[in-house]
């Protein structure tokens, strides 16, 4: 199960357009956290939180999205402390923060960025905040123990609902990953270890009803580590390679050593995988149905998008004897 190069090769590649072959993915340790919202005086965790990643990489994340300009701009000092952007409350729209500090490539491998309305005042409304972060895979392979530490660092400033890190994919500066869905989706069937984007309707859901995936690290809040039945239960529930990491506020549960790559044409899925989604298995997300075509993995034709997520976020039961998989 520790296999290191099978991640640490994709190091420095990406995806081409299907066209034209030009650069659009590249590949990169790559983390979704779901946020049930924020307090105003939440916002200087967060500031931690992105100052802390700015420091773990010095000299490298270098710029930051300037809210006040509308455009990016160098990082010099803290300017980018106070312009980052934190939007007023408006009637169609509730108070937010917005952050984005990355690396200065076309396609920054080394990115932390939030979306979080406050859910407070009286434009309050029903929708997650979002935290990506993205990290070279070298940096993840050279010591992944580290990785794991920051992240539960991270994690106990921004005190996500839940979330995932594992291997995936950044997109070019402006641009969203789901452009290039026909391009990512051959690596995605094939690659059960990569992680996507998919998201779930917080306005059919009520927060810790459901859990949207499991990858490498699978990041829970101290109410999903209850409902799963507690760390112990947990933690005698994984592979042996893997491990929890409680942090204030939650918990990471790690997969294995190393994140996987998981070819299902070659080695098949990674056990330590199914072993942290049978533990999610009852409390998944899967009504991506009633969502709008964006909740979905793009998918070519003649595939069904909603059809194929569900799969994609089931992928690893078809290979769990337990489940009657294979």
């Known amino acids: 199960m520790d296999e290191k190069n099978e991640y640490y090769q994709l190091h ?21 956290f779901y946020h049930n919202g924020v307090q105003g005086t939440d916002f200087e965790r967060i500031i931690d939180a992105a100052q802390d990643f700015i420091d773990t990489f010095p000299g490298t994340v270098t710029k930051f999205a300037d809210a006040g300009r509308g455009d ?15 939007r007023p409350a408006t009637p169609v729209a509730a108070d937010g923060f917005d952050l984005w500090v990355f690396s200065d ?7 932390f960025s939030t979306y979080l309305p406050v859910n407070e005042g009286p434009y309050r409304v029903q929708s997650p905040g979002l935290v990506y972060n993205a990290v070279p895979l070298v940096w993840i392979a050279e010591d992944p123990d580290r990785c794991v530490a920051k992240m539960a660092r991270w994690c106990a400033l921004l005190r996500p609902e839940q979330g995932t890190f594992g291997i995936g994919t950044v997109s070019s500066l402006g641009t969203s990953q789901r452009n290039y ?27 810790h009803q459901a859990l949207r995936a499991v990858n490498w690290l699978t990041i829970l809040d101290d109410v999903w580590i209850d ?11 994984l592979h042996p390679e893997g491990s929890v990491y409680p942090y204030d506020g939650g918990a990471i549960i790690r997969a294995c050593t190393h994140p996987q790559m998981g ?23 899967t009504d991506y149905a009633s969502g709008a075509p964006m909740d979905r993995l793009k998918v070519p034709e003649p595939l069904d998008p909603v059809e194929t997520t569900v799969n994609w976020v089931r992928r ?6 337990d489940a009657g998989g294979r």
């Open 105 to 111: 490539e076309n396609q920054p491998v080394i990115s």
């Open 227 to 237: 409902k799963l039945g507690g760390l112990e239960r947990i933690a005698g529930s």
């Open 316 to 321: 690893f039961e078809r290979f769990d004897p």
């Open 12 to 32: 420095g590649q990406g995806i081409g357009h299907r066209k034209t072959n030009r650069p659009i993915l590249r590949f990169a340790g790559t983390g979704l």
């Open 263 to 285: 070819d299902v044409n070659m080695t098949g899925v990674p056990e330590a995988y199914v072993m942290v989604d049978r533990l999610i298995r009852p409390f998944r997300y």
């Open 181 to 207: 869905g026909m391009e990512y989706w051959p690596w995605l069937a094939r690659y059960s270890g990569l992680d996507a984007v998919t998201w779930m309707k917080y306005d059919r859901r009520n927060p």
């Open 72 to 86: 990016y701009a160098l990082i010099k000092g803290n300017n980018w402390r106070d312009r980052s952007g934190y």
